[in-house]
């Protein structure tokens, strides 16, 4: 049996892992014990795959604590590949002891959403909730409570259209994400209108999926290949210069994994890029920013390129949080099934907002956007969480 592990966990990739400990610093998950971290988590994976330790339920416990948030990756110095390493360990994970509830239904979930009943479904439903708030408290099956969103605008509204700039100086393939598609439509409308005012042409292709980051990072690798071969075949229908995207962890899987050669923007990125254009404009508004794990660790954005673009906002006053770029808590089906872990964190990324003292938190990750919108109201902070997609296009100065 052991030599079948080394197979599906390399040997060679855990020992680039010469056991320093700085990841020790980054990771959200950090709770005392050695496994509770990279370093643990490898030697882990390294023991069970030279047949040392069995797969038993407490290696199983310690690999399902890890966010995948990858902030080890961004801050070792010996550039171990975690994330290779870690999606081969819970693929094993997966046949030998299964996938448990949580993660099988809400990873069954995104590919049934995205599915034609399910994309019917969904705009039905949104119309019956649209009188509700803009969150919902919603139990989870582990025993907590989270504010869940009510869509915004029309789910799916911009799938399959073509929206032309006026002076065109390229074209864009935007991949919207599941979050932006069923929860955030009017994010979606916001980075169409960002990008029009650019000069970028942008095509919302009719029948992509989910990107299959989510079933890649609990080691579902079968139905990730076949989220990618789908999307593949609905991408390459189209004419593009560039994807764009305003979820990173979409964008790290489209730039890490999905075997092209195309580049790749957050959306942001591409404002960055203009020099002069285009303007924003507002009175008096204090904001703070969220970097969010995957924009950096996965998608290799420079976080200046996010306060440069805010800085250009006139009569705003940006406030850097000291806990900026740490985890938010979120993580997907991380923050379901840690509950305790990921409210410790969430907490912690509340009270260092509350004392910037600044009116919007802004971030660029659909998901971010969720969990902090979730803080707001679990700790009744008087703050507003917004995407920066939606900040920038309502004060655009025509």
Known sequence: MAGDLKTLIPEDLVL????????????PSYHGEEGSFARGRLALAEMVARGEVPLNGDVVR???????????????????HYKEIFVKARELQEKEKGRDLVSRAGLKSLELMQSNV????????????????????????????????????????IRGKTFKAEREKGKLLFFTGCMIDVFYGRTGESVVKLMNRIGYT????????????????????????????????????????????????CGGALTEDYGRDWKVYDFAELIFKETENP?????NERITFHVPCHSYSAMKVDPEVFYSVMGRVEGAELIRA??????????????IKNPGLS??????????????????????CPGCVLQLRDGVRKFRKNQRVMHLADYLAERLND
Request: one cysteine or more.
């Open 118 to 157: 399910g994309r019917g479904a969904i705009k039905v439903l949104s119309k019956i909730t649209r009188f509700l708030p803009s969150e919902v408290k919603v139990p989870l099956p582990t025993g907590s409570v989270k504010f869940m969103p009510v869509p915004e605008g029309e789910p799916f509204g």
């Open 343 to 364: 409210e410790k964190v969430q907490k912690e990324k509340m009270e260092d907002f509350e004392s910037t003292g600044a009116d919007y938190i802004l971030t660029t």
């Open 62 to 80: 310690q690999w399902d604590e890890c966010a995948m948030c990858r902030r080890c990756e961004w801050i070792c110095p010996n550039d171990v």
């Open 202 to 249: 942008v095509i919302v292709p009719e029948d992509i999926r989910c990107c299959g980051a989510p079933h890649l990072y609990h080691g579902n690798v079968s139905a990730f290949e076949k989220l990618r071969e789908h999307n593949l075949k609905e991408i390459d229908r189209h004419e593009f210069d560039a994807i764009v995207v305003a979820c990173p962890t």
């Open 322 to 335: 000291e806990k900026a770029q740490s985890c938010c808590g979120f993580a997907g089906l991380w923050s």
């Open 16 to 27: 680039k892992c010469v056991k320093c400990g700085l990841c020790k610093s980054v990771c």
């Open 279 to 283: 303007k924003f404009k507002t009175a």
